[in-house]
């Protein structure tokens, strides 16, 4: 069980699958459907501090080598493409509405760095990244629960 709970955490830390994979690969290996929604939900969050760390500090860094740079700019742009016209239009709002969609791509990743991109304040840019997430994490559980039988 704690392995399990360990993967899920992980899953949801990840930027390949975030608490969309966290959440169903708990549930589906026996973890208490609470305790997997939270750990997940959590695990999740915590990614923002982590990347707006990274945003800060290590990328300012790594702006002196060209492949980094170039990957960088790269992912700069799907994430200002993918939340651009929502994010600048309707800033917080926005923001929160692109990180709660529960497909690839709209996380608290992308969310992160489109809130860094566009110039959001850093507190703004928490609190609508940790309501986006509690939306898609809720989703992602319940269609999970409901998949699986009901509670």
């Known amino acids: ?4 709970l360990l993967i899920a955490i992980l899953w949801s830390i990840s930027p390949f699958g975030e608490a969309k994979i966290g959440i169903p690969y708990a549930i589906l290996n026996g973890i208490n459907i609470y305790l997997a929604f939270f750990l997940c939900f959590v695990a999740n969050v915590l990614i923002f501090p982590l990347m707006s760390f990274f ?3 290590v990328n300012r ?4 080598w ?4 170039k990957a960088a700019i790269f992912v700069g742009r799907r994430a200002k493409a993918g939340a651009g016209k929502n994010v600048k239009k309707y800033g917080f709002w926005g923001l929160m509405v692109f990180v709660l969609v529960p497909v690839p791509g709209t996380g608290v990743y992308a969310g992160t760095i489109a809130g860094y991109l566009f110039g959001l304040d850093r507190k703004k840019a928490f609190l609508a990244n940790t309501i986006g997430i509690f939306i898609s994490c809720l989703i992602v559980w319940l269609t999970t629960v409901m998949a699986m039988g009901g509670f």
């Open 1 to 4: 069980m704690f392995l399990d």
């Open 55 to 57: 945003l800060d500090v």
């Open 61 to 64: 860094y790594f702006m002196r």
């Open 66 to 69: 060209y492949h980094y740079k």
